[in-house]
T-cell receptor
Framework: DTGVSQNPRHKITKRGQNVTFRCDPISEHNRLYWYRQTLGQGPEFLTYFQNEAQLEKSRLLSDRFSAERPKGSFSTLEIQRTEQGDSAMYLC????????????FGPGTRLTVT | GDSVTQMEGPVTLSEEAFLTINCTYTATGYPSLFWYVQYPGEGLQLLLKATKADDKGSNKGFEATYRKETTSFHLEKGSVQVSDSAVYFCALSVANTGNQFYFGTGTSLTVIP
């Protein structure tokens, strides 16, 4: 069990650029979640997948955000035309669909938009 | 809607002091409750969980009891150590919302020798 991994760990970009983050979940986990965490706050749900299907999206997820999980393995989160307000830590978590549903979190990708 | 209200910090305690961090919740369904911990520079780690009323979750000397009557899940530890310094997050998930987590705002704990 290698845990949830995320890349890159840090990303600095200029306003208006596009960025893409990757998440590799724990291999046997069929659910994958994306959260956003800003300083001094708890993580906020963005979206989740069960296998390759994106089942729910938060109202926080504007149309500039898109997420994919091809083949039900790794996932990518893309932000188009970044804004300064997108600066945050983006967290990925995975879980089994059965059982106590605890989620295992990756280390996060810290995005800074200048 | 579903939400978690968590005791605001920061909290500073001397080593071996008793710790309580309050957490109350609102849920549309029957939630599972969790405490996560985030050590400096690290990701969120599951500390303990409880999935039904009156369950007690425990780990590393920390405990929390699922109280449906008071909609609470307070975190306690009898004797804190310097190594417990971290941010603690209370969270809930409800099966009918895809088990997305709703987190509190976090409570920063600093333990001084």
């Amino acid at each position: 069990d290698t845990g949830v991994s995320q890349n890159p760990r840090h990303k600095i970009t200029k306003r208006g650029q596009n960025v893409t983050f990757r998440c590799d979940p724990i291999s046997e986990h069929n659910r994958l979640y994306w959260y956003r965490q800003t300083l001094g706050q708890g993580p906020e749900f963005l979206t989740y997948f069960q296998n390759e299907a994106q089942l729910e999206k938060s109202r926080l997820l504007s149309d500039r955000f898109s997420a994919e999980r091809p083949k039900g393995s790794f996932s990518t989160l893309e932000i188009q035309r970044t804004e300064q307000g997108d600066s945050a830590m983006y967290l990925c978590a995975s879980s089994l669909a059965q059982g106590a549903y605890e989620q295992y979190f990756g280390p996060g990708t810290r995005l800074t938009v200048t | 809607g579903d939400s978690v209200t968590q005791m605001e910090g920061p909290v500073t305690l001397s080593e071996e002091a008793f710790l309580t961090i309050n957490c109350t919740y609102t849920a549309t369904g029957y939630p599972s409750l969790f405490w996560y911990v985030q050590y400096p520079g690290e990701g969120l780690q599951l500390l303990l969980k409880a999935t039904k009323a009156d369950d007690k979750g425990s780990n590393k000397g920390f405990e929390a009891t699922y109280r449906k009557e008071t909609t609470s899940f307070h975190l306690e530890k009898g004797s804190v150590q310097v190594s417990d310094s971290a941010v603690y997050f209370c969270a809930l998930s409800v099966a009918n919302t895809g088990n997305q987590f709703y987190f509190g705002t976090g409570t920063s704990l600093t333990v001084i020798p």
